[in-house]
């Protein structure tokens, strides 16, 4: 806690002697308080023109503050220049603990406590709003609802239907608005103390409510329209993030997911050695038969590496892909009809009742290799890779007589040309393309 | 294009659209808190002249020199004649002119009554071509000050389109923004000759059909209707498309009675349905307040009608929010 300089101890209580005819003092206990904190705090009230020209410079937090009714005393200010907003020494006594909950909510509950008329709430609720991010507290409705506590409750209440036609007390409205907000972008719903609370504060007709009626309906109605959900809490271990994004995916659900490497070294530095990242590797069996069929002639290209997006994490994975057959090469499978005497094993039948029956698009659908197996490594370069191929042989031994290609580029996300390659160079083997592949990842993933 | 050009940049309005700030708490949740529905300047509107000269060059240097400003590199000066373009546009007006007047009488838009009435499902946009981008405006919030970069170019073997760019989150210092970060796709409305307006019938339609490919990030798809009430033209109608990521292709299909109806990017009370005899323009946005690198690459839009679908508009409208609609 930073001690305070005798000198400004006295330019306080100076400032908040001078202040005495103005009758804004409502605390009269000042220096008898052991906790040079209830010193700064109570002054802090009166000493408002101090802070002042403070609030101005750092924060844009001040201006709604109902406290600009005291004008300001032209003292000049003695003291070290730090530029702290309004009460934000609350925050400041935590330094020495953990940034955490318990110590957001003891900092919020000081406020209260040496303050029995709340003076400067509007201004500590905005601050307290921007502080919880650092504490992680953002989602946590219980700390939203011990912030609207903070506000005094049935005095903002339009009593006479003057008052409610005139946005009564509209900053302290702005201002529950505001708590609001921010639980609506962090995806918070609110529940029946939030609701309480704000009828309690606000009234029934005002806008806080009013926001909390529209919160309630929208997120009810857009809380499960993800068709592929995924989960709020991360996994915080590379190898299930790698297998949480694999399976999220491949659409196929018969998809075997395999662990090639784990990170070696997890027990001695908790992060993952550079010379052995992690390899996780998805395949379904569609995809192994048709690898199992591929002509040996025709090379498969390691592609990579593209971006995925989980929630808000950024995750990286590699395809391995063959390019499109050229149409005189494909093949298609029949069935003689002796296979199946049970019944027909392919079914022709039209079944369209005339021309509006098509429900097809007139246009030629974009067509692409087929991808045999997709996955996720902790690095980029050649070498893992090769051993994800390498693992993967074990179970397709096709894979030993297939030239493997490695197209590793840039980390923007575009799936790479299969023949036009206006933009790639023609593909070499791959020792000469590691080179400047390596160059362009270091210069593309930045 | 230079009369063209002049003419758009007249038609269009520059609505500065009014900022979620503090000063007008008042008008209702903000739901979508970012300034899509107004159309400033397009910002990829040089995008595409710089994507022809850059589509030799290597795959790095694509991203640096796709900047959306005028620059046109000096080897590369084209041919300009201004009595010249300006004849052609003229040109190019009339035989517009004369297609349609001969296409009246084969059928709407020059296709015989009968296919028209019968058909299910029709591609509307699709990407084979250069001239396929140039129906698109690409946005971003570097209109307000932000600090988002996006980029509209050519995917693989000129098969479809790819939107890709950095979204950032960071607010611009203009003293009343709280929050930024959004980037946007929309395209121009289709015109007739003279550049009348004009407008697509999807009436005899009931979905909405993407085939994209994401990387994960949830866009936010936007249909304009086409008005000539200035109130109206702010409002869109709009619905989440959530992509799934990865290297196969994914087929949206929205109906287009789970749009709901916002005004000036805030969603609004009271609710009704999509009206589908006048679309103007549709729109793909991407505000997921998380920052960093996005690609979306679209192959094509189509809508058509899916016969399973019966519903006819998925919100209804509460007493509490809107008395006045229940007395």
Redesign the interface.
Known sequence: MRQLRLREVKALSRSHAASWPLGRNSNPRRSDSPRKSRILTASLRAAVPLQAPRGLHCS?AAH?SDSWLVPPWPEPRKGPTKALTLHEELFQQTLEGARDKANFVRAVQNFGQHNVHKRGHVDFIYLALRKMREYGVERDLAVYNLLLDIFPKEVFRPRSIFQSMF?HYPRQ??CG??VL?QM??HGVMPNKETEFLLIQIFGRKS?PM??Y???K??FS??KN????P?PRDLPQDPVDLAKL?LR????NLSATVTIYQMPSSRDSTGTADPTEPHIVGIQTPDQQAALAHHNPARPIFVEGP???????K?VY?H?L?ADLLPPEEREVEEIPEEWNLHYPMQLDLEYGR??????????H??E?GP?FA?CMAGAHDQATLAKWIQGLQETNPALAQIPVVFRL????????????G???PPPPEGQEEEEDSQQ?QQ??QS | MALVHRFLNGAYIFRHCPKPSASCPFLGTRFADYCSSSLQKPVAAPGKTSSQRNSEGDLQGHHQREVALDITSPEEKPEVSFDKAIKDEIKDHFRRLKDDLVNHWIGPEGRPLHEVLLEQAKVVWQFRGKEDLDKWIVTSDKTIGGRSEVFLKMGKNNQSALLYGTLSSEAPKDGESGRSGYCAMVARSPRGPFERKRAYDWSQFNTLYLRVRGDGRPWMVNIREDTDIIQRKNQMYSYFMFTRGGPYWQEVKIPFSKFFFSNQGRIRDAQYQLLLDKISSIGFTLADKVDGPFFLEIDFIGVFTDPAHTEEFAYENSPELNPRLFK
């Open positions: 844009a709604n946005i409205q702005e608005i505001a907000e609506e972008s806008y009013l926001k009626v529209r919160m309906l929208w109605r857009f329209i993800n068709p592929f995924v994004g999220h995916m491949e659409p593209f971006s995925l997006w989980l929630r808000d950024c994975y395809i892909r005339s021309g509006w029956d098509d429900y097809e698009f007139d246009i659908k974009v692409e991808v997709i580029a840039g980390s923007t996300g575009e799936l790479l040309a299969s023949s036009s206006l933009e790639e362009r210069q593309g």
